[in-house]
């Protein structure tokens, strides 16, 4: 079974003693009966509460019809985590555009969001709220709390490992904020509930926090590919090391790729290997893709239910003339499609195959039949490639347990990120690695890209930051990376580099630079008068 955690959720129906408010950024006092004594008084008890932590990834508070109200005002499946990072990161960027005009939404590719957008509140807050749930857990705890409970042998042990997993999602999604809002409200369980309003942080005081979080962690992590499927291990501590020093200049001014290259080395040296296919990713079930996948959320199709996620992976590109078959789904939603700069970093189609068109590099995973290449139109969804990335079908083409609903498990660190951490930090001017070796790791993933032959490897002098970033958008397209990446290479907001509606306009034109980082909302800032809203809004 690859749910073996997130059921608890399902089974107790559990919740926290104490909630951050989806419209005010404060501690609310909780309006039920279970109280926290009862919750946290069995090793039960203890399993459920850290199902629900990890459970905020992929359940939201309301599993009703689309259209139902959620966190922040917004509807059921757009207040999902993934559904909303998935909108900041790559909508803004030229590697997604967007059909519909839901509330916030246009903006996002257009580049003229403000500080009143319905889409960074429901991202803002869903973040906050699980950092508020693992303080909750955080506090209930400590080795004091479970000597009171006559908590002792095995069950203190594994939840002593659920603890450090609770300060690693908490250091997770305070990573989240620092890079797209930067100076976010700033609380841990250290933090006496309902005893003040959260003072703000800076973005350099959040990077060394999360850094010292992780370091301290580090050791109290279950080993590598050791722990419970769906559960974060020590390799996904060092991922996330990875992946916020290589992009520290950005935060705090100073480069850190030597510690980027420390890092992704370590997680590589952790014995992960590429699995054979890159089609078979993000498929139903790729939940086996246990050697290449460090850390993901679970979905379910039958237990886990929502819009957002990887249900929405799988049904927002589809569309036109697509079968809803090939996706194991009961309808496409006709929404997202990528642009010509991502298509074009790919080879030439040689012919219409599912799901790669025939490209030579089989990460092209576009669907081209009644697509027109270039965007005349953002709201026709005609006017883009689709994309065949998720499906909802199994390895052997049997369709997920529920046509409605996603099984794809969605990869929030993966084995390529960190080859190619470690070979743009070497670029960089990182110490500790070397070009050969980095040479090796991306001619890896171009062996596989290229039907596991070395059809598509590159040579020495062809390796630059440049083709690394190129390289990162066809390996990672589509999995949150692109408006981090664009941003540490400076092309995110200029002039230098252009596509389709950048900024509102056909051929692209550039914003203020200001619009690297995102607005703290304004709901927010209204209840809470330590804040300062980021400059330029």
């Known amino acids: 079974m690859k749910r073996n955690l997130i059921k608890f959720i399902l089974i107790g129906g559990i919740l926290s003693s104490g909630l951050m408010s989806c419209d005010k950024n404060k501690i609310l006092t909780p309006n039920y009966q279970v109280t926290s004594q009862q919750v946290y008084s069995t090793p039960t008890g203890y399993s459920q509460a850290m199902a629900k932590v990890y459970g905020a990834f992929a359940l939201t508070g309301n599993q009703g019809p689309a259209g139902s109200p959620d966190i922040a005002g917004i509807d059921e499946g757009t207040s999902d985590f993934f559904r909303l990072y998935w909108y900041a990161q790559e909508l803004p960027t030229d590697e997604a555009v967007i059909a519909w005009g839901d509330p916030g939404v246009p903006d996002m590719h257009q580049m003229s969001w403000s500080s009143s957008n319905t889409i960074l509140l ?15 857990f955080i506090t209930q705890s400590t080795p004091a709390m479970l000597a009171s409970r006559g908590i002792t042998g095995a069950d203190a042990t594994n939840i002593g490992y659920y603890r450090a997993e609770a ?37 350099a005081a959040l990077f060394s926090y999360v850094e010292s979080e992780l370091k301290a962690i580090d050791p109290l992590m279950v080993a590598p590919q050791k722990n419970q499927y769906g559960r974060a291990d020590e390799a996904a501590v060092w991922a996330l090391l990875s992946r916020i020093y290589l992009n520290a200049q950005v935060y705090t001014g100073t480069a850190r790729y030597t510690d980027a290259i420390t890092y992704s080395q370590k997680v590589i040296a952790a014995g992960y290997s590429l699995i054979g296919n890159y089609d078979n990713l993000f498929l139903a079930d790729n939940n086996l893709n246990t050697s290449e996948n460090i850390f993901s959320i679970e979905y379910d199709g039958n237990t886990i ?39 074009n970093l790919f080879p030439a189609n040689a012919n219409t195959t599912f799901p790669n068109n025939g490209n030579p590099d089989t990460r092209a995973e576009f669907w081209t039949q009644g697509q027109n290449l270039a965007i005349n139109d953002v709201t026709n969804f005609t006017d883009g490639y689709a994309v065949n990335k998720w499906r909802n079908v199994t390895t052997s083409g049997a369709p997920g347990s529920n046509l409605s609903y996603s099984d794809v498990d969605e990869p929030i660190f993966r084995l390529p990120e960190m080859y190619l951490n470690y070979a743009e930090a070497v670029l960089r001017g990182g110490t500790g690695g070397d070009a050969g070796t980095a040479l090796s790791y991306i001619n890896l993933m171009r062996t596989r890209a290229y039907s596991n032959t070395a059809a598509g490897n590159i040579t020495a002098g062809e390796l630059t930051l440049d083709f690394i970033l190129d390289e990162r958008a066809r390996e990672l397209y589509w999995e949150g990376f692109r408006r981090t990446d664009l941003i540490r290479y400076g092309e995110f907001t200029s002039s230098t580099y252009l596509w389709p509606f950048k900024g509102g306009v056909k051929t692209g034109t550039s914003v203020p630079d200001y619009r690297n980082i995102y607005p703290i909302p304004d709901q927010d800032r209204l209840v809470n008068p330590n804040l300062h809203q980021n400059p330029g809004y």
């Open 122 to 136: 429901g991202l803002y807050e869903r973040c906050i709220y699980q950092i508020t749930l693992a303080n909750e």
């Open 305 to 343: 239910q929502g819009y957002g996620g990887t249900t929405f992976m799988t049904h927002a590109p589809v569309g036109g003339s697509m079968p809803s078959a090939n996706f194991g789904i009961s309808g496409g939603w006709s929404g997202v499609r990528v642009t010509s700069n991502l298509v």
């Open 167 to 203: 300060r690693f999602l908490r250091a997770y999604q305070y990573a989240n904020l620092m890079d797209l809002f930067a100076q976010p409200p700033f609380v841990t369980d250290a933090t006496p509930i309902g005893s003040a309003i959260p003072p703000q942080t800076t973005r």
